[in-house]
């Protein structure tokens, strides 16, 4: 049953929107969407961009596994020219999950057939893929990293959180080690390894993972470590300033060099009352953060991500994905929702709230950068009227390419289903009830970790996954 998202047109949206004051616009012309655009010097066909959406189904060695490899097919079908690949690890170390998917030498001929099953999907689909710009996401999942964290500060809201023992539920405490200048500036060469192994399986685009409270975003914040990697905004930013160096200087010219940026990071939230989301205990001026007032954490401030952003420009970024927020900490800022994970808290605010966030800060980048090729998110909460709030921004200049997530995971082919009836397919839309990330969230598999799919609409893949992961942990199956 929905809770929030009770709208039958885009008339009733609006009204919606007119009550609470936000600035959500819909447009039924979608042809803003499927204009073309130039980015780094490639063509890219249209304005849709499938979000890099982990699914948690790589081997133990990092080699992607079958459902992988089925992901990008559906992925490269489905009619976006724009594919962001997901979070693939430097290191064996920086895995999030022990099935996350980690590019080496022994691993590069699966990530070689990811590439080329996804074109040829897509040609077979659309046509061509000429048009097609298809890219890999290298990540550190620093203090989310298996089996240990790997933190870069001490942040006195997260520290509590973080487990630094997962056999006894131990946390992070003030004596954890810090991950050392050394150990970042050896990180560096091996973003720089990573960068020319996807170059060498055919990626077009390299994106340097700044968010989520991931290692690099993490230090983007770290105004309370020592050194010359914390501190000031200078040292604060020079560990991705000299990572995109590096891999700026290790691929050729044409390869576009992107970046996902956290622009907010916002602070955690728990379970309150009534289930509700409550922000966790906090001292001000905060210590740590990205694109927030220190007095003021529930305010985005984008002064240091727009300065970041110029500077990443002159270091040849010419691709920026804009999100915020931290999935294990306050995912209602990163995904606004209908439903909750099992084990997360109800939304503290109306979820078109959280859209609303994304577009207003979003549009504030654009405006400051208005050739820059700018990824925009928040968009799968608006449901079937996804397309036409996405095509409003475009025609007013809000974002430059409109990114899904989720509900490229309960319907791949939605740009195709755009082209050819004007409209989604309203039985297959993503209803934002979190069953994607119960899965994530799911560790009791004999790998270590559930595989995460839509399992209301993938059922082929997911259905008998998502029963196992009910009778293990005793899920509750949204209503």
């Known amino acids: 049953m929905a809770r929030f998202f009770k709208y039958k047109s885009v008339a009733e949206l609006e009204a919606e929107n007119a009550r609470l004051g936000t600035d959500l616009r819909f447009s039924d012309d979608l042809a803003p969407a499927f204009a073309p655009l130039t980015i780094g010097g490639r063509a890219v066909g249209n304005r849709w961009c499938v979000h890099p959406m982990e699914g948690c189904d790589g081997e133990s060695d990092g080699t992607p596994g079958e459902l992988t490899f089925r992901r990008y097919v559906r992925f490269g079908a489905g009619g976006?020219?724009?594919?962001?690949?997901?979070?693939?690890?430097?290191?064996?170390?920086?895995?999030?999950?022990p099935r996350q998917i980690t590019l080496n030498e022994?691993?590069?001929?699966?990530?070689?057939?990811?590439?080329?099953?996804?074109?040829?999907?897509?040609?077979?689909?659309?046509?061509?893929?000429?048009?097609?710009?298809?890219?890999?996401?290298?990540?550190?999942?620093?203090?989310?990293?298996?089996?240990?964290?790997?933190?870069?500060?001490?942040?006195?809201?997260?520290?509590?959180?973080?487990?630094?023992?997962?056999?006894?539920?131990?946390?992070?405490?003030?004596?954890?080690?810090?991950?050392?200048?050394?150990?970042?500036?050896?990180?560096?060469?091996?973003?720089a390894r990573a960068a020319r192994l996807a170059v060498e399986v055919g990626f077009d685009f390299i994106d340097m993972k700044q968010c989520h409270r991931y290692l690099a975003n993490e230090l983007l914040g770290a105004r309370n470590r020592p050194g010359p990697y914390g501190g000031s905004y200078e040292n604060r930013t020079r560990f991705m300033r000299e990572a995109i160096q590096a891999v700026r200087a290790a691929v050729p010219s044409h390869i576009v060099i992107?970046?996902?940026?956290?622009?907010?990071?916002?602070?955690?939230?728990?379970?309150?009352?009534?289930?509700?989301?409550?922000?966790?205990?906090?001292?001000?001026?905060?210590?740590?953060?990205?694109?927030?007032?220190?007095?003021?954490?529930?305010?985005?401030?984008?002064?240091?991500?727009?300065?970041?952003?110029?500077?990443?420009?002159?270091?040849?970024?010419?691709?920026?994905?804009?999100?915020?927020?931290?999935?294990?900490?306050?995912?209602?800022?990163?995904?606004?929702?209908?439903?909750?994970?099992?084990?997360?808290?109800?939304?503290?605010?109306?979820?078109?709230?959280?859209?609303?966030?994304?577009?207003?800060?979003?549009?504030?980048?654009?405006?400051a950068f208005p050739d820059l090729a700018l990824v925009g998110t928040g968009y799968s909460y608006l449901q079937e009227f996804l397309p036409q709030a996405a095509a409003a921004n475009l025609r007013d200049g809000r974002v430059s390419i409109v990114g899904v997530g989720r509900a490229t995971l309960s319907q791949p082919d939605w740009v195709r289903q755009l082209l050819d009836n004007g409209k989604l397919d309203r039985k297959r839309v993503c209803r934002t009830f979190s069953y994607c990330t119960a899965l994530m969230r799911s560790k009791q598999h004999p790998l270590g970790q559930f595989p995460a799919g839509c399992p209301p609409f993938d059922k082929e893949a997911y259905g008998e996954v998502w029963k196992e992961a009910q009778a293990l942990l005793e899920l509750k199956k949204p209503t």
Not at 80 to 97: I, M
Not at 112 to 130: K, L, W
Not at 320 to 332: D, S
Request: hydrophobic share 35%; glycine share 8%; net charge negative.
């Open 106 to 191: 022994s691993t590069k001929p699966a990530f070689a057939r990811i590439v080329s099953d996804c074109r040829t999907a897509h040609r077979a689909a659309n046509g061509t893929d000429a048009d097609l710009l298809f890219g890999l996401q290298l990540t550190h999942s620093g203090r989310y990293s298996h089996p240990r964290p790997i933190i870069a500060t001490h942040d006195p809201i997260l520290d509590p959180r973080t487990v630094a023992n997962k056999q006894t539920g131990a946390k992070v405490t003030a004596d954890y080690p810090l991950i050392t200048d050394d150990e970042l500036k050896r990180l560096v060469d091996d973003y």
């Open 258 to 367: 992107a970046t996902r940026l956290n622009i907010f990071d916002g602070i955690p939230f728990h379970k309150g009352a009534n289930d509700n989301g409550a922000p966790d205990a906090h001292k001000l001026p905060l210590v740590n953060g990205w694109g927030m007032s220190e007095t003021d954490p529930f305010a985005v401030d984008l002064t240091e991500p727009i300065r970041w952003i110029g500077e990443m420009r002159a270091l040849g970024v010419t691709l920026v994905n804009a999100t915020m927020g931290n999935p294990y900490a306050q995912p209602h800022y990163g995904r606004p929702f209908e439903y909750p994970p099992p084990d997360g808290y109800e939304s503290p605010e109306h979820p078109l709230t959280g859209v609303d966030r994304h577009f207003r800060a979003t549009e504030q980048i654009q405006r």
């Open 80 to 97: 976006a020219k724009l594919l962001w690949g997901e979070a693939c690890a430097v290191t064996n170390e920086s895995r999030a999950t």
